[in-house]
């Protein structure tokens, strides 16, 4: 079974895992990973094999810091080393050439790797420990709600053995900004808390954000194929004027009511959008273990400026992909 531990054991316990082959599961500060040696093709094997994972969707490779990153990328242009110096740790993935060492799994088969130093002192003080680099998805079957909780970890993969290091509750709640190097110019293959302008004040230079990806992206970035985000419940994403009509079968996600037109269940979501970020995928999983038959989400509030902004853009990516069916 899956078992949730927490302290300087669970670190150590970890690392002897991981260095044995074994999956960890881990906290960021934006949601629980699926850890697994990132130069050791069977572990990373494993990773897909246990999450259902697609082969063609490509893995996030964690370092410690920028050191360890470079040991996993055959160029490290001045760009990364501005970006990483004003966001790492934090939620800001790099795309840029592979080296040999890394599985041809991690990147689908592509010649670029997905690369970030995640802002959580559990999840630093484990790839330190183990002295080597670690991917980390999403730890949850494919597909399904991203989890921002151990619980969330364990109760996903009850019939598994797995260690699920505790953390608490993430932080930034949704999964981080990937940002590609390897073209002309920088480009957003998946929007994250940190917006392209954040970006551009480092850089000197525009950036692109890409809304419609291509194949190549795909094979450059984690999030991007198929549905992703989704509970199990039939959901779907309303304005404030259309809760009004919700039936009481309906359960409810919002920001803007105090209770259910219709006398059904409410889980009442924060007004700030840093707030909401971090507590969507939480409410989600609270909404598919309630009884209704259906879950509607009201649109996120909107934003005062260009940071929440940038988060309003990653949340309506994420919604309308987990409501899709």
């Not at 572990?43 to 490509?58: D, I, M, Q, Y």
């Not at 840093?274 to 649109?299: F, K, M, P, T």
């Amino acid at each position: 079974m899956a078992e949730i531990v927490a302290g300087p054991e669970a670190i150590a316990l970890g690392v002897r895992l991981l260095s044995e082959g074994y999956l960890v599961a881990f906290p960021t500060e934006t949601v629980y990973g699926l850890g697994a040696d990132a130069l050791n093709p069977d572990a990373v094997a494993s990773v897909f094999a246990l999450k259902g994972r697609p082969s063609h969707n490509p893995l996030i490779v964690h370092v410690s810091d920028e050191a360890m990153a470079q040991r996993v990328v055959r160029n490290w242009p001045e760009a990364a080393t501005k970006l990483a110096r004003a966001f790492w740790p934090g939620p800001l993935t790099l795309v840029l050439p592979k080296t040999s060492d890394v599985p041809d799994a991690i990147t689908a088969g592509g010649d670029t790797v997905a690369v970030r130093c995640p802002e959580h002192p559990v999840a630093l003080a484990l790839i330190e420990s183990f002295a080597k680099p670690i991917v980390g998805p999403s730890a949850n079957p494919s597909g399904y709600i991203s989890p921002t909780t151990p619980e969330h970890v364990r109760d996903a993969f009850a019939e598994e053995d797995l260690l699920v290091i505790d953390g608490g509750h993430c932080r930034a709640g949704i999964e981080s900004t990937v940002l590609d190097l390897t073209g002309d110019s920088p480009a957003i293959l998946r929007q994250g808390v940190i917006g392209a302008h954040r970006i551009a004040e480092v850089l000197g230079c525009d950036v692109q954000v890409r809304a419609a990806h291509q194949a190549e992206d795909e094979a450059r970035s984690p999030g991007l194929i198929g549905a992703h985000y989704q509970p199990r419940t039939p959901a779907r994403l309303v304005s404030v004027d259309e809760l009004a009509s919700a039936p009481s079968s309906a359960v409810l996600i919002a920001w803007s009511i105090e209770s259910h037109p219709a006398g059904g269940a409410l889980i009442t979501m924060p007004q700030r959008l840093a707030a909401y970020a971090q507590a969507i995928y939480r409410a989600l999983h609270e909404g598919d273990r309630s009884r209704g038959d259906q879950i509607w989400v009201e649109s996120p509030p909107s934003a005062s400026d260009d940071d929440e902004r940038a988060i309003a853009e990653a949340l309506h990516e994420r919604l309308r992909r987990a409501t899709q069916r």
